[in-house]
């Protein structure tokens, strides 16, 4: 896999430039694919509204098995759009990559640590803002840092840093992975004939894979993200 990077400043903030392009053209297919999915809307769907219309009882059902109460319809369409874009994330770079010069400007964004550490980094806020919605700022602190007991405080704050980096890990691991793995059967492609015929049953095998994997790494991330948010929100 090219581990070249294209690096800009703005404002004295660096962006990777790869990362930025790949992200941004990941949430406008996500975009784009609901957008055209959800014109003409039926009373009988079919088709592509059957589609858009499972996937979102799909999320909807992530959120009703961690907040199963009226709470929860305030997190359906965080879930749904979540999920979108997370599982498009993983699937870019399967469809295509764009190098040029050695530097990588078209890949999957969550096969960056700086992408992944950023999705579970605006989740872990957005969990904390709305236990402090929820309860204000003292039943907020006493509902998840010292439930069930305050001893465990220690334990608790702990526990935060561990979530949001096993959170953003778990996806960068698996989905860098495989696009390392895809990199190592494309150089095989072009070691000769042999090589090539070689790797056609491994590519089309691993890229099943991998778009099984994305699909896990999306759905565990949403719900691990709905189990962030109830933790919050919900009274221990």
């Known amino acids: ?79 749904f759009t979540l999920f979108i874009l997370v599982f498009m994330s993983n699937q870019i770079g399967l469809i295509f990559q764009f190098s040029v010069g050695g530097v990588t400007y078209v890949k999957s ?25 929820r309860f204000g700022f003292k039943g907020y602190v ?8 305050p001893a ?6 702990l526990e935060q840093f561990t979530n949001f980096l096993t959170l953003a890990l778990r996806l960068y691991g698996n989905i860098f992975a495989g696009e390392v793995l895809l990199t190592q059967i494309g150089a095989l492609a072009k070691g000769g004939t042999f090589g090539f015929i070689g790797s056609i049953p491994l590519d089309m095998i691993w890229q099943g894979f991998s778009v099984f994997i994305g699909s896990i790494q999306a759905y565990v ?9 109830s933790q919050k929100v919900e009274k221990e």
């Open 1 to 79: 896999m090219n581990e070249g990077a294209k690096v800009i400043t703005l404002l004295g903030i660096p962006f990777d430039v790869g990362n930025c392009l790949s992200g941004l053209l990941a949430a406008t297919i996500a975009f784009l694919l609901v957008f055209i999915f959800s014109r003409n809307i039926q009373m009988k769907p079919k088709g592509k509204q059957n589609a858009l219309e499972w996937l979102i009882d799909f999320t909807n059902n992530i959120v009703k098995a961690n907040i199963p109460d009226q709470q929860g319809r305030n997190y359906q369409l965080f879930a």
């Open 109 to 133: 964004p969550t096969a960056s640590p700086m992408t992944t550490l950023t999705l579970a980094f605006l989740v872990m806020v957005i969990s904390h803002f709305l236990g402090v919605t």
């Open 142 to 149: 006493k509902n998840t840092f010292l439930s069930p007991m």
């Open 152 to 157: 465990l405080f220690p334990i608790q704050l």
């Open 221 to 229: 991330f949403v719900i691990l993200t709905m189990l962030y948010i």
